[in-house]
């Protein structure tokens, strides 16, 4: 008789101790979720501000465009003598 209530009670024990990790994994798991979400979301803008950058330097670029992007900018006409030209190396 003892020995069956014994047994009982450590089954309950294991019943709630399992059950409580289990709620625990599980809401770490919503956790990473919820980070992972963030993570992707700020990727997205990461994305699509490298994107205006990108297509900003195009114009940029552009003869065409030069001066009115000088006067959207606000950029100042330099002489070539006034330019640096800084040149990065490749890493391999």
């Given at each position: 008789m003892i020995q069956r209530?014994?047994?009982?009670?450590?089954?309950?024990?294991?019943?709630?101790?399992?059950?409580?990790?289990y709620i625990f994994q599980t809401?770490?798991?919503?956790?990473?979720?919820r980070i992972a979400e963030n993570v992707e979301l700020k990727e997205q803008q990461i994305i699509e501000e490298n994107q205006r950058i990108i297509n900003d330097i195009i114009?940029?670029?552009?003869?065409?465009n030069l001066e009115q992007s000088v006067q959207e900018y606000g950029l100042i006409h330099k002489r070539p003598e006034e330019v640096n030209l800084i040149r990065l190396a490749k890493e391999h």
């Open positions: 209530y014994i047994m009982m009670c450590l089954s309950i024990a294991v019943t709630v101790v399992g059950t409580a990790a809401s770490r798991y919503v956790q990473l979720e114009r940029l670029s552009s003869i065409n």
